[in-house]
C-alpha cells in the first residue's frame, strides 16, 4: 500500500475520521500537522494544494481531496475491498450513509462548533440556545439508532467513523450522553473497535486542556 501526505490539525474530528477510515483499509498516512491557529493553513506551499485552506487535506501521488468526509469516501473507494461494508455499491446504503455524513457536517458537528466556539473566543452569544440546538442533534441522533447498531446499515461505515470521531470530542468538555442512550450504546460498541482513534487519545488530553483553559468563567 502507498504511503498518502495527510495535512491535519492532530485532536481534530476531521482528522480522526480520516485516520480510523485510513486504518480499516490499509492506508498509511504520512501525517503532516497544520497548525492554523499560527496561519501555516495561509501559507503559499499550503495554498497550492489546496486552495481553500482547509484541514484536514490528503495528497495521493498528486490528487489532492479536502473535507474529511470526502476523504473516507475517497479511500474507500479507492483502496478498500470491493463493494466494502464501508461504503458499499448498494445505492440506497450509499444513500443513507451519504445521508448520515451530511447530517454530521451540517447538524451535528455545526451545532458543536456554533455552541464551543463562541465560548472559546468569550463571545456574548447566548449560550443556553446554541446548547439546545446541539441536543437537539442529539436527539435526532438517538431516534435514528433506535434498534439500530449502526448509523447507516447494518455493519460499520464511514458514517460511524464520521459522526464517531465528532462526539469524541464532543464528550473532552465532559458532554454527557446518559440523556441519550441509543447514543451512547452506540458510541461504547464503536469505542470497542481496535482502530487508531485508540492513538490519538494523547492528542484528546492536549484538546481538553487547550479548550477548558479557554473556557468563559
Excluded at 109 to 124: K, M
Excluded at 125 to 146: M, R, S
Aim: include cysteine; aromatic fraction near 12%; charge should be negative.
Amino acid at each position: 500500500m502507498p504511503t498518502l501526505d495527510f495535512y491535519n490539525m492532530p485532536g481534530s474530528p476531521g482528522t480522526l475520521a480520516v485516520v480510523m477510515t485510513a486504518q480499516a483499509v490499509g492506508v498509511e498516512l504520512n501525517s503532516i500537522n497544520v497548525d492554523t491557529t499560527k496561519g501555516e493553513h495561509l501559507k503559499p506551499e499550503f495554498l497550492k494544494i489546496n486552495p481553500q485552506h482547509t484541514v484536514p487535506t490528503l495528497v495521493d501521488n498528486g490528487f489532492a481531496i479536502w473535507e474529511s468526509r470526502a476523504i473516507v469516501v475517497y479511500l474507500v473507494e479507492k483502496y478498500g475491498k470491493p463493494d466494502s461494508p464501508l461504503y458499499p455499491k448498494d445505492p440506497q446504503i450509499r444513500a443513507v450513509i451519504n445521508q448520515r455524513l451530511y447530517f454530521d457536517m451540517g447538524t451535528l458537528y455545526a451545532a458543536f462548533a456554533t455552541y464551543y466556539f463562541p465560548i472559546l473566543r468569550n463571545s456574548s452569544e447566548e449560550t443556553e440556545k446554541n446548547l439546545e440546538k446541539l441536543n437537539a442533534a442529539f436527539e435526532l441522533l438517538n431516534t435514528l439508532l433506535e434498534g439500530q447498531d449502526y448509523v447507516a446499515g447494518s455493519q460499520t461505515s464511514v458514517a460511524d467513523f464520521a459522526i464517531f470521531a465528532t462526539i469524541l470530542v464532543i464528550r473532552v468538555i465532559d458532554f454527557d450522553l446518559k440523556e441519550f442512550p441509543n447514543v451512547d450504546r452506540w458510541f461504547q460498541n464503536v469505542r470497542n473497535v481496535p482502530l487508531a482513534w485508540a492513538q490519538d487519545l494523547r492528542v484528546l488530553v492536549d484538546v481538553k486542556n487547550f479548550l477548558c483553559a479557554n473556557l468563559k468563567k
